[in-house]
């Protein structure tokens, strides 16, 4: 069916695209924990004003390292699952977008922006696509033998 391999291109790209976003932010806040390289400078107050900030939130390095945990390997993993067309690589994707939801909970509650809200969103959809295609038989999923991640 055309709709399962347009849902299964969908969460192959959203998830590819998540993996680079976390790794590459990820490493530039480590590299520049002061958010220059990001342009993320102005975080640095707020994030001060955050539980625990003594310890974890002198600069975004923590922030850095939390989104390789969080939104670069479980991204990374869901985009290898989907290629290799692993059993279970519709689970993986759930659990990478919860993930990146409660991430974005994270920032709704201490610092409200729009990107959070649109990737929440973005979340939301993953997870339902993911069900989506979980429900579906094995049949459905290469009716040419041709190549969709």
Not at 9 to 28: D, Q
Request: proline fraction near 3%; aromatic fraction near 12%; hydrophobic fraction near 65%.
């Amino acid at each position: 069916m055309k709709i399962n391999k347009i849902a299964r291109l969908f969460i192959f790209i959203v998830s590819t695209v998540n993996a680079l976003a976390g790794l590459v932010c990820g490493i530039l806040l480590i590299v520049a924990p002061d958010g220059r390289l990001m342009a993320a400078g102005e975080l640095l107050p707020v994030i001060a004003a955050l539980p625990l900030a003594h310890i974890f939130f002198q600069d975004l390095r923590w922030i850095g390292i939390a989104m390789l945990i969080v939104l670069w390997i479980p991204n990374e993993l869901s985009t290898i699952a989907l290629w290799l067309k692993h059993k279970l690589q519709y689970t993986v994707v759930v659990i990478a977008n919860a993930a990146m939801m409660l991430w974005c909970t994270f920032q709704f509650i201490f610092m409200f922006n729009w990107l959070a809200v649109a990737y929440f969103v973005l979340g939301m959809l993953m997870i339902v696509a993911a069900v989506y295609l979980s429900r579906r038989t094995d049949t459905d999923l290469s009716e040419n033998n041709q190549f969709i991640p």
